[in-house]
């Protein structure tokens, strides 16, 4: 078969790319080793933050804003509601990485925002208890994302214009030439000028060349049930990260099914490999969840009802591996979100697209450069096979 781009992995980053190459009319074969949509990785869970103040770096607020343009198109093109506005409150102390880091941007940016101390979270946000010398950030620029639907929605578009997924289709072999690549899936054989390898927390064993340190990291969410729902409404409540006095994260969503609140810790998990993570939650994973809920919210539960294992892909800097793979300018590799990146997904895909139509993109991706852990030279550019 014969494509002008192969794509492979399909869950967010793959899944928006396969969407993006197939908007601009290219011929797109995909490879998914699960279903799209599936809870194998980095992508499930039912929700996920979107927000425009961003407290890890203000280069990234350019590249949310134009997710959202692009999560509204998906809306509309597929048909399917994946975007709930709700705002966002970042809290903590003023000196702390959160706070600080977010008016960093705002500041930069000149985003619109509110800063909230105690007296005036209490009048607004019940939900929080505030200790002695915290604030919170309020944007409204800021909501969640569904992000099963999400991908699923990607995918069925994508198909609507022309491109080919391969589902439970694991890559045995890509081959690298001056020809484009060939990839070898199902026992066939695939030809494509470019491939775009977008395979989450496996990205280490299947590109060794692409020379960076990834870790994955186990990552355990609960949901707690509400005793005063009416306050964790989507209309009542904002999406919420609470950095702790001892610098931990906590974040959390408005209910979605009435019932109950979805609460994680933001890393702090255990190293894991992709193939053998432990996908049953403990008590030990789900005790500073459990605290944090006792302590700091008001009118919950602090006993998880279910909960469900994810996967962070992370870089030592916490920052995305976006671009051509070194020294083979046929192979672009998205990965490394580490546990931040979901909202990014059709930022990224266009990204992608770009790279592989265009061999070059104008989106801001220069903090991704997957060359800037490499220990030695670029690869040469002769045959490979990865």
Avoid at 127 to 154: D, N, T, W
């Amino acid at each position: 078969m014969q494509a002008d781009v192969a794509v492979i992995g399909v869950g967010a980053m793959g899944g928006m790319a396969l969407w993006r190459l197939a908007s601009r009319g290219a011929r797109v074969v995909s490879f998914e080793r699960f279903e799209p949509g599936h809870d194998r990785g980095s992508s499930h869970g039912e929700s996920r933050i979107i927000r425009t103040a961003y407290y890890e770096d203000p280069q990234y607020v350019p590249l949310v804003q134009d997710a959202f343009t692009l999560w509204s198109q998906l809306e509309r093109e597929s048909g399917t509601s994946l975007l709930t506005m709700t705002g966002a409150l970042m809290i903590g102390r003023p000196d702390g990485g959160l706070v600080s880091g977010t008016l960093a941007s705002v500041r930069t940016h000149g985003l619109d925002h509110e800063l909230l101390d105690a007296d005036r979270m209490r009048e607004r946000y019940p939900q929080h208890r505030l200790m002695s010398g915290e604030v919170a950030v309020y944007e409204a620029a800021a909501g969640f994302l569904r992000p099963e639907e999400a991908i699923r929605a990607a995918v069925r578009r994508a198909e609507s214009l022309g491109a080919t997924v391969l589902r439970r289709t694991p890559v045995e072999k890509v081959e690298t030439g001056t020809q484009g690549v060939r990839v070898t899936a199902g026992g066939r054989t695939y030809q494509a000028g470019h491939a775009i390898v977008s395979v989450g927390a496996w990205l280490g064993g299947f590109l060794p060349e692409l020379q960076v340190p990834l870790a994955a990291e186990r990552q355990v969410v609960g949901w707690f049930p509400l005793r005063t729902p009416e306050l964790y409404s989507p209309q009542r409540c904002p999406v919420f990260m609470h950095e702790t006095e001892t610098g931990r994260y906590r974040y959390g969503f408005p209910t979605l099914d009435g019932t109950t609140v979805k609460m994680a810790v933001h890393h702090e998990g255990t190293t894991t490999s992709a193939d053998e993570v432990d996908r049953s939650a403990h008590p030990q994973d789900l005790a500073p969840i459990q605290s944090f809920v006792r302590d700091r919210l008001i009118g919950v539960e602090p006993v998880a009802v279910r909960s469900q294992v994810c996967m962070y892909t992370n870089t030592p800097d916490a920052h995305f591996v976006v671009g051509p793979l070194p020294g083979l300018s046929t192979v672009t590799v998205l990965g490394g979100f580490s546990g931040h990146g979901f909202k990014f997904a059709p930022v990224m895909g266009d990204v992608a697209a770009d790279l592989a139509l265009q061999g070059r993109t104008d989106y801001p991706i220069d903090l991704f450069e997957p060359c800037r852990f490499a220990a030695g030279p670029p690869l040469h550019h002769g045959p490979a096979r990865l």
